[in-house]
């Protein structure tokens, strides 16, 4: 019968992991980007509202229905604006 091979042992010594250093996350000033995101895609959703809900008068009765387009103008804003946000 083959003979097994011989394992080493290892020490018995236990040596505990590194401690991580935890980072600061510096947001350089970005602190208005998620209000003015925010903002922007509460002020298109209440212009796109207000324009149903006053059947055409509200906010500018003249645009018709270009107040749509505002209102996602608005909206598309808010998207744009996001991307700054860190």
Not at 34 to 39: H, K
Request: a positive charge.
């Amino acid at each position: 019968m083959p003979k097994s091979r011989i394992r080493k042992k290892k020490d018995d010594t236990y040596t505990p992991p590194e401690k991580r250093q935890t980072t600061k996350i510096d947001m350089g000033g970005r602190r208005w980007v998620a209000p003015l995101m925010l903002a922007m895609f509460a002020i298109g959703l209440a212009w796109i509202v207000l324009y149903y809900i006053t059947r055409a008068d509200l906010p500018i009765a003249a645009l018709g229905n270009w107040n749509i387009v505002v209102g996602f103008g608005f909206i598309a804003l808010g998207f744009v604006v996001s991307t700054q946000w860190k």
